[in-house]
């Protein structure tokens, strides 16, 4: 797989997997099981190859059905990256 762009720094959708994978880890965690029924994701740097990112994800509401879930995506000094909306919905009730 590659994931340097042709700028040379890491993908876009590298990125929207980290997001996506903090998702499915947190929905896994709080003992549900579900699946992204929307997302969205805003860029705001790039990621330079060898960077740490980190996700960092926040509730925004969490019902019998649906799930809404912001992710922001950071780097070692805390510079916000991108930041993503989940609208999860979950398959086990």
């Known amino acids: 797989m590659r994931i340097k762009n042709i700028n040379g720094t890491v993908h876009g959708g590298i ?3 980290v997001c996506d994978e903090a998702i499915g880890r947190y929905v896994k965690k ?3 099981i579900g699946a992204a029924a929307d997302a ?3 860029y705001y740097h790039p990621v ?3 960077q740490t990112v980190t996700a ?9 059905k649906l799930g809404i879930f912001l992710v922001e ?3 070692e000094e805390g510079k916000l990256l991108a930041d993503s909306l989940f609208t999860v919905a979950f398959l086990d009730r």
């Open 40 to 42: 969205n994701i805003h």
């Open 30 to 32: 709080i003992g549900r």
């Open 15 to 17: 990125l929207f997997y």
């Open 48 to 50: 330079r190859i060898g």
């Open 73 to 75: 995506a950071r780097d």
């Open 56 to 64: 960092v994800l926040q509730e925004r509401k969490v019902g019998k």
